[in-house]
C-alpha cells in the first residue's frame, strides 16, 4: 500500500519539481491580454509558412534599421511577442562548436540555411549573451547590429522570396544561464561540477546559439563538438562519429528530424555513452544513454524499464517519433527536461523513488511537445498535460484503473482548496505551474470519461499523428477531438481549460 501513497505523493513533487516554484499560486493571475486576445493565427506545418507583414512592424520587409528598440520582432507568439522572427524558414542548423572546458569558453560558427518566406532586406535571429565576430550570407560578409536580444542582419544583396540562402555565424565568449521571461530561474547553458549542459525551455536557447528560436520553426541539425581529449561531448540525436586529432576530439550527431530551438541540447563533460541493446530490442528504437563516467544501466534502478516503457507508450499514441531516444544524468539541474531523443535528469531525481514516473513523463514528451510542438506558448498545457496524462496511464497500467481514479479525485480535490490559474490560460511568468501539469492531465481524463476509451485512444494517436513533425495549437486538438468522437466537446474543453473552478468529472460510461 505505501506504493499508493508514494505515487501521489511522488506525482505532486515531481510537479513542483518540473515547476521550480510551488505553482499553485493565487496572486499569480494570467495578463488580460493573455485571456481576451484570440490567439494569433498560426500555422500547424508553420515552418511551411508565415503570416505576411500585418504593417503592425513585425515583418522583416519594411523594417526601419537600426532605429532604436523596434515595436516587436516575433514570429507573433500571443505570450511572447520577441520570441522567433518571420520573413524565413530554418530548414537546418549546424553548430561547429569548440568548446574549452578548464575556461568554460565556447566558440565557433553556426551556419544556418534557410528559405526566404518574402523579399528580405534585413532579417533577425534571435540571440543575447555571447560576442559575434562576423555574420556571412551566402558566403559574403554582412552587416549585423545587435537590438536588445536580437541580431539585425543586413546582406549585401536582397535576398528574393522562397530564395534558399546561408548564414554563417561566428561567434564566441563564456556561455552561461540567463534569464527567462517565463519560469522564475536561469535556463540556457549550465555548468556544473564540471559538467556542462543545456536547458533552454521555453526561450533560453538563443543565449547559446543565434537561432530563429521558437517552436514553430523546427529544423534538423549537425552537432560537430570540439573538446578535448577524455571530455565526452553528446549532442542531440543520432551518433555519427568522433573524429579524433592532437589532444582533441571533434564528436558528431545528427538530428535527422525537425526539432524546435529549445530541445537542442550538448551535455559536455564525465560521460559514458552506454548503449542498451536489450532495451532497444523491446523498443524497436536504438537507446544509448549518457550516464556519469563509470556507471551503467544497472546503476540507476529503474532505467532498464525504458525499453518496455518506449514499447507501451508506442501502443497508446502510436510509433514512437524518432531514431534514438536515451536519457543524460547530469548535476545541478533540479529537475527533468525532454530533450529530443536525449532527455535531461537531474541526477537526485534519478536517485528518487519517483524515478520511473519522471521517465515516462520525459518519454511521453517525445510525441506531446517534441514532435507535435507547440504553435504558441500559451498551450503549453498540450506538452504538460499530456505527459502528465502518461505518466497516470502507467500507474493504470501498473496498479489498475481503480487506483488511478481514487488518485486523481483526490489530487483534483486539492485544487478546491488553493487558488489556481485554469491550465489554458497560464502567467506568461510562470508558464510550468502546477495546474498546467496537473489540471491539464485531468482535462484529457474529463475527455476519456466524456467519449469513451476507444475513442479517446484514437484521438491521441490521430493527434500525434497527424501533427508529427510539425505543431498545434488547442484548437487543433479540440477540432480533432469533436472530429473523432462526433460530439461538441467547446464546453467541456472550456471549463477545464478556461473557468474556475475545477469542474467535477463527468460520470464515464
Ligand atoms: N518541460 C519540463 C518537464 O518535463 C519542465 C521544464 C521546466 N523547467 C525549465 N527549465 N523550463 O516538465
Ligand atoms: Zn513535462
Request: proline share 6%.
Given at each position: 500500500?505505501w506504493?499508493r501513497?508514494g505515487?501521489?505523493?511522488?506525482?505532486?513533487l515531481?510537479?513542483a519539481a518540473?515547476?521550480?516554484t510551488?505553482?499553485v499560486?493565487?496572486?499569480a493571475t494570467p495578463?488580460t491580454?493573455?485571456?481576451s486576445?484570440?490567439?494569433a493565427p498560426?500555422s500547424?506545418?508553420?515552418?511551411?509558412?508565415?503570416e505576411?507583414?500585418?504593417?503592425s512592424?513585425?515583418?522583416?520587409?519594411?523594417?526601419?534599421?537600426?532605429?532604436?528598440?523596434?515595436?516587436?520582432?516575433g514570429?507573433g507568439d500571443?505570450?511572447f511577442?520577441?520570441?522567433?522572427?518571420?520573413?524565413?524558414d530554418?530548414?537546418?542548423?549546424?553548430l561547429d562548436?569548440?568548446?574549452e572546458?578548464?575556461a568554460?569558453?565556447l566558440g565557433g560558427?553556426v551556419t544556418?540555411?534557410?528559405t526566404?518566406?518574402q523579399?528580405?532586406?534585413?532579417?533577425?535571429?534571435?540571440?543575447?549573451?555571447?560576442?559575434?565576430?562576423?555574420?556571412a550570407?551566402?558566403?559574403?560578409?554582412a552587416?549585423?547590429?545587435?537590438?536588445?536580444?536580437d541580431v539585425?542582419i543586413?546582406?549585401q544583396?536582397?535576398?528574393a522570396q522562397?530564395?534558399?540562402?546561408?548564414?554563417?555565424v561566428e561567434?564566441?565568449?563564456?556561455p552561461?544561464?540567463?534569464?527567462?521571461?517565463?519560469v522564475?530561474?536561469?535556463?540556457g547553458?549550465?555548468?556544473v561540477?564540471?559538467?556542462n549542459?543545456?536547458?533552454a525551455e521555453p526561450?533560453?536557447?538563443?543565449?547559446w546559439?543565434?537561432s530563429?528560436d521558437h517552436?514553430?520553426?523546427?529544423a534538423t541539425y549537425?552537432?560537430r563538438?570540439?573538446v578535448?581529449d577524455?571530455?565526452?561531448a553528446a549532442?542531440?540525436g543520432?551518433?555519427v562519429?568522433?573524429i579524433?586529432?592532437v589532444?582533441?576530439s571533434?564528436?558528431?550527431?545528427?538530428m535527422?528530424s525537425?526539432?524546435?530551438?529549445?530541445?537542442a541540447?550538448?551535455?559536455?563533460?564525465?560521460f559514458?555513452?552506454v548503449e542498451?541493446?536489450a532495451?532497444s530490442?523491446?523498443?524497436g528504437?536504438a537507446?544509448?544513454?549518457?550516464?556519469?563516467a563509470?556507471t551503467t544501466?544497472?546503476?540507476?534502478?529503474?532505467?532498464?524499464r525504458q525499453?518496455?516503457?518506449?514499447?507501451?507508450?508506442a501502443?497508446l499514441?502510436?510509433?514512437?517519433?524518432?531514431?534514438?531516444y536515451g536519457?543524460a544524468?547530469v548535476?545541478?539541474?533540479g529537475?527533468a527536461?525532454e530533450?529530443?531523443?536525449?532527455?535531461?535528469f537531474?541526477?537526485?531525481?534519478?536517485?528518487?523513488?519517483?524515478?520511473?514516473?519522471v521517465?515516462i513523463?520525459?518519454l511521453?514528451h517525445?510525441?506531446?511537445g517534441?514532435s507535435?510542438?507547440?504553435?504558441?506558448?500559451?498551450?503549453?498545457?498540450?506538452?504538460?498535460?499530456?505527459?502528465?496524462?502518461?505518466?497516470?496511464?502507467w500507474i493504470?497500467?501498473?496498479q489498475?484503473?481503480?487506483?488511478?481514479?481514487?488518485?486523481?479525485a483526490?489530487e483534483?480535490?486539492?485544487?478546491?482548496e488553493?487558488?489556481?490559474?485554469?491550465?489554458?490560460?497560464?502567467?506568461?511568468?510562470?508558464l510550468?505551474?502546477r495546474?498546467v501539469?496537473?489540471?491539464?492531465?485531468?482535462?484529457?481524463?474529463a475527455?476519456?470519461?466524456?467519449?469513451?476509451?476507444d475513442?479517446f485512444?484514437?484521438i491521441?494517436?490521430?493527434y500525434?499523428?497527424r501533427?508529427?513533425?510539425?505543431?498545434?495549437?488547442?484548437a487543433?486538438f479540440v477540432?480533432?477531438a469533436?472530429e473523432?468522437?462526433?460530439m461538441?466537446?467547446?464546453?467541456?474543453?472550456?471549463?477545464?481549460?478556461?473557468?474556475q473552478?475545477?469542474?467535477?468529472?463527468?460520470?464515464?460510461?
Amino acid at each position: 500500500m505505501w506504493r499508493r501513497t508514494g505515487l501521489w505523493l511522488s506525482l505532486a513533487l515531481l510537479a513542483a519539481a518540473c515547476s521550480g516554484t510551488d505553482g499553485v499560486d493565487s496572486s499569480a493571475t494570467p495578463p488580460t491580454s493573455a485571456v481576451s486576445s484570440t490567439p494569433a493565427p498560426v500555422s500547424t506545418m508553420a515552418s511551411t509558412t508565415s503570416e505576411p507583414d500585418d504593417g503592425s512592424g513585425r515583418g522583416n520587409e519594411g523594417f526601419t534599421r537600426f532605429a532604436g528598440p523596434p515595436e516587436s520582432l516575433g514570429i507573433g507568439d500571443n505570450y511572447f511577442p520577441d520570441l522567433g522572427n518571420p520573413g524565413y524558414d530554418v530548414n537546418h542548423y549546424t553548430l561547429d562548436l569548440v568548446f574549452e572546458p578548464a575556461a568554460t569558453r565556447l566558440g565557433g560558427v553556426v551556419t544556418i540555411e534557410a528559405t526566404a518566406l518574402q523579399a528580405l532586406t534585413t532579417f533577425n535571429l534571435d540571440f543575447t549573451g555571447l560576442t559575434i565576430d562576423s555574420v556571412a550570407v551566402d558566403g559574403s560578409e554582412a552587416a549585423f547590429e545587435l537590438i536588445e536580444e536580437d541580431v539585425v542582419i543586413s546582406p549585401q544583396t536582397p535576398i528574393a522570396q522562397d530564395e534558399e540562402f546561408t548564414i554563417d555565424v561566428e561567434y564566441g565568449g563564456q556561455p552561461r544561464s540567463t534569464g527567462s521571461g517565463a519560469v522564475p530561474f536561469g535556463i540556457g547553458w549550465t555548468t556544473v561540477n564540471g559538467q556542462n549542459y543545456v536547458v533552454a525551455e521555453p526561450d533560453g536557447a538563443h543565449s547559446w546559439f543565434p537561432s530563429n528560436d521558437h517552436p514553430l520553426d523546427k529544423a534538423t541539425y549537425t552537432f560537430r563538438i570540439n573538446v578535448p581529449d577524455g571530455v565526452t561531448a553528446a549532442a542531440s540525436g543520432t551518433f555519427v562519429e568522433q573524429i579524433t586529432d592532437v589532444g582533441r576530439s571533434i564528436w558528431v550527431w545528427e538530428m535527422r528530424s525537425p526539432m524546435t530551438t529549445y530541445l537542442a541540447t550538448v551535455v559536455i563533460g564525465d560521460f559514458d555513452i552506454v548503449e542498451d541493446p536489450a532495451a532497444s530490442l523491446d523498443a524497436g528504437v536504438a537507446i544509448r544513454h549518457v550516464l556519469p563516467a563509470g556507471t551503467t544501466v544497472a546503476d540507476w534502478p529503474g532505467l532498464e524499464r525504458q525499453g518496455e516503457m518506449i514499447a507501451y507508450l508506442a501502443e497508446l499514441f502510436g510509433p514512437y517519433p524518432f531514431e534514438t531516444y536515451g536519457i543524460a544524468i547530469v548535476e545541478g539541474f533540479g529537475a527533468a527536461l525532454e530533450n529530443q531523443t536525449l532527455s535531461l535528469f537531474d541526477r537526485n531525481l534519478a536517485e528518487s523513488f519517483f524515478f520511473e514516473d519522471v521517465l515516462i513523463h520525459e518519454l511521453a514528451h517525445q510525441w506531446f511537445g517534441d514532435s507535435v510542438s507547440l504553435g504558441q506558448w500559451s498551450d503549453i498545457w498540450l506538452n504538460e498535460g499530456f505527459a502528465s496524462y502518461a505518466e497516470w496511464l502507467w500507474i493504470e497500467r501498473e496498479q489498475g484503473r481503480a487506483t488511478l481514479e481514487t488518485g486523481i479525485a483526490v489530487e483534483r480535490d486539492q485544487f478546491d482548496e488553493a487558488g489556481f490559474n485554469a491550465p489554458g490560460v497560464p502567467p506568461s511568468f510562470d508558464l510550468f505551474n502546477r495546474a498546467v501539469y496537473r489540471v491539464g492531465a485531468m482535462t484529457l481524463h474529463a475527455l476519456r470519461l466524456t467519449v469513451g476509451d476507444d475513442a479517446f485512444f484514437d484521438i491521441l494517436k490521430a493527434y500525434a499523428a497527424r501533427f508529427a513533425n510539425g505543431s498545434a495549437v488547442t484548437a487543433d486538438f479540440v477540432a480533432l477531438a469533436e472530429e473523432i468522437s462526433a460530439m461538441e466537446l467547446d464546453d467541456l474543453f472550456d471549463a477545464w481549460l478556461i473557468e474556475q473552478p475545477v469542474p467535477q468529472f463527468p460520470p464515464g460510461e
